[in-house]
């Protein structure tokens, strides 16, 4: 099967579709937000490595669109301030502020500040990752590279208690990272939404209460990682990190595909019927005579995906 039709089957492109998400990867963020309520009393975010913008959509709809709504008098000053940074240019998307540049660049890092005007952030996320070339470690590597090149701007940024989260990609250099982060946050922990693919070795660390080391200076970042948090990852003293996992876990989930609706897909707003007919099938005993049949279909399918439709009878 072509990627485009295995999209299609992906439940979360669907429902993006359906509710006007850029990208599947708002949902992400919707998840995280359920099981750790990162909105709560934020009035300044950043978001780094938006684009196509499906973050800062989120942000928009639940910040700035729900404080407009309320105010009676706009008062520009008082409304929720949403920066988003990409390499990439992006549609505007109301009352988000965009930067075009690359966020490992000090001058990008001191543009996000300017716009803040001396006030900090209360939340900084980022989704940033790399153009994959397929060599894990060097994968791994410059992700981990976006991770502090995020984190130097959390540390101009963020105000005291304040969230951080970004994705990361789990593996070999992990523990490194969370001792890192360790280093800055009380509270780290590890979240894979459910819309976030099991097969993907993607997760997101949710690093709250920003307490930096008495007397840091942002300066003095790369020193302070490079001595006390690599000592200790080397003295194999690593963090235990928290995990949890995000989402209703036995809703939709980002690894199964689900059948279209007969007539194909249909993109609006009133598509509660296609939503319906769209749940996710009942969970199915196999007797094993039809567990031997399908077994056989496999081994005759020479091992590539075998898609099944089952009637069942009421
Ligand atoms: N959160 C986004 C959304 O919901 O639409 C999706 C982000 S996408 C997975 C990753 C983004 O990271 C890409 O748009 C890419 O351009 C951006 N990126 C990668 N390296 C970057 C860098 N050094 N500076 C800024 N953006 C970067």
Redesign the pocket.
Known sequence: MGKASKDKRDIYYRKAKEEG???R??F??IQIDDVFNIFEGVKHVV????????????LSRKLYLPAVAKAEQIQQDDLPKIVA????P?APIEGVIQIQ?????EA?AAEVISYFGGEPADLV?S?????VTGMHDMDEFVQAQ?IL?ALVIVTHVLRPHGTFIA?VFRGKEVDLLYSQLKVFFTDVTIAKPKSSRNSSVESFVVCQNFSPPEGFRPDQLRDLLESGSQEAYEAGISPIIPFVACGDLSGWDADQSYDLPAEGYVRAASTLEGVKRAAPPPAITLTDKALAHLRRLQSDSGGSQLLLRIGVKS
């Open positions: 998400w850029r990208a990867s708002a992400k963020l978001d780094l490595c938006a684009a196509p913008g499906s973050w800062s959509q989120v940074v990409d390499l990439q992006m540049g690359d966020i490992t660049r990008t996320v989704d940033g990752a790399p153009d976006l090149a994705k």
